[in-house]
């Protein structure tokens, strides 16, 4: 998904990306789902996060997202982390 932030004519545009993988997690050989976020620019900004899920816990990719999209905009400010979750939670029409 797409997003802009920051005052025109300086505005960046920014994507937001997620990769779902089934693979054990670093120090582990069980095999557990993941999440991974990658937040992008144009301009080379770049910030990842990631989830796991516990082998017994039940997979769900809303919540594994919420997960990584959080622990990927913690390095940002708080204009850049609202105007990212609003443009993830209206992806699909929810209310923001």
């Not at 959080?70 to 204009?79: C, H, I, N, S, T």
Request: charged share 25%; glycine share 8%.
């Amino acid at each position: 998904m797409e997003f802009s932030y920051g005052a025109a004519p300086h505005c960046v545009p920014y994507w937001i990306n997620f990769r779902y993988d089934r693979k054990p997690p670093p120090n582990s050989s069980v095999e557990v789902r993941s999440v991974r976020c990658v937040i992008a620019a144009d301009s080379g900004g770049l910030s990842f996060g990631r989830s796991w899920c516990h082998q017994n816990d039940q997979f769900s990719k809303e919540t594994g997202r919420k997960l990584a999209l959080a622990r990927a905009l913690k390095e940002f400010d708080r204009g850049f982390r609202t105007v990212a979750w609003k443009a993830y939670l209206g992806r699909k029409g929810e209310q923001v």
